[in-house]
T-cell receptor
Framework: GAGVSQSPSNKVTEKGKDVELRCDPI?????LYWYRQSLGQGLEFLIY????????KSGLPSDRFSAERTGGSVSTLTIQRTQQEDSAVYLC??????????????FGEGSRLTVL | LAKTTQPISMDSYEGQEVNITCSHN???????ITWYQQFPSQGPRFIIQ???TKVTNEVASLFIPADRKSSTLSLPRVSLSDTAVYYC????????????FGAGTRLAVHP
């Protein structure tokens, strides 16, 4: 597709279960970001992938959160043993790395996670 | 990483010009200033970007003083559909640094 695609759009799970959220960035974009947005709040940075470099995981709130990016394209954010405070919209964004490009982020529509 | 400070909320009326100022005192030499708009239940979308002086596109203008420690997003003649949250972002993505969003400014446009 032409834009950033995220799935599922909505996920309801029970406390303690694991969830996986998927992001398919725009083809050719080497930078990929995950953000979390709780209801009525701003965007909280989680993790950043750039090409084949080691990801910047400094925003992950706990060791229950992890993310992978396979083949420099699709990314999966995994939350283990979900807690109610994990309920939020998880947003993925991608960006094209180029010498003259100053980094416009293209966001997906987000995955809304509800932990009961 | 450059931190940004914006007003939490603003109110305006249809047809007025709205100016939202963002402070970024520790902006780095290679940082650009980018503004995003977010509607409820949607991801943010790019509005405008600049490095210095003034940038104008079909949607907005961005004013950046010489010291680059602040910037002002100007929305001409707002309409109800401009009601959204506006984020100021400082940095350069794609390999230079991660991009941290501030709390944003919640703009409410009234009839």
């Amino acid at each position: 597709g032409a834009g950033v695609s995220q799935s599922p759009s909505n996920k309801v799970t029970e406390k303690g279960k694991d969830v996986e959220l998927r992001c398919d960035p725009i083809s050719g974009h080497t930078a990929l970001y995950w953000y979390r947005q709780s209801l009525g709040q701003g965007l909280e940075f989680l993790i950043y992938f750039q090409g084949n470099s080691a990801p910047d995981k400094s925003g992950l709130p706990s060791d229950r959160f992890s993310a992978e990016r396979t083949g420099g394209s699709v990314s999966t954010l995994t939350i283990q043993r979900t807690q109610q405070e994990d309920s939020a919209v998880y947003l993925c964004a991608s960006s094209l790395l180029a010498g003259a490009n100053t980094g416009e982020l293209f966001f997906g529509e987000g995955s809304r996670l509800t932990v009961l | 990483l450059a931190k940004t400070t914006q007003p939490i909320s603003m109110d305006s009326y249809e047809g007025q010009e709205v100016n939202i100022t963002c402070s970024h005192n520790n902006i780095a030499t290679n940082d650009y200033i980018t503004w995003y708009q977010q509607f409820p239940s949607q991801g943010p979308r790019f509005i405008i970007q600049g490095y210095k002086t003034k940038v104008t596109n079909e949607v907005a203008s961005l004013f950046i003083p010489a010291d680059r420690k602040s910037s002002t997003l100007s929305l001409p003649r707002v309409s109800l559909s401009d009601t959204a949250v506006y984020y100021c972002l400082v940095g350069v993505s794609g390999g230079y640094n991660k991009l941290i969003f501030g709390a944003g400014t919640r703009l409410a446009v009234h009839p």
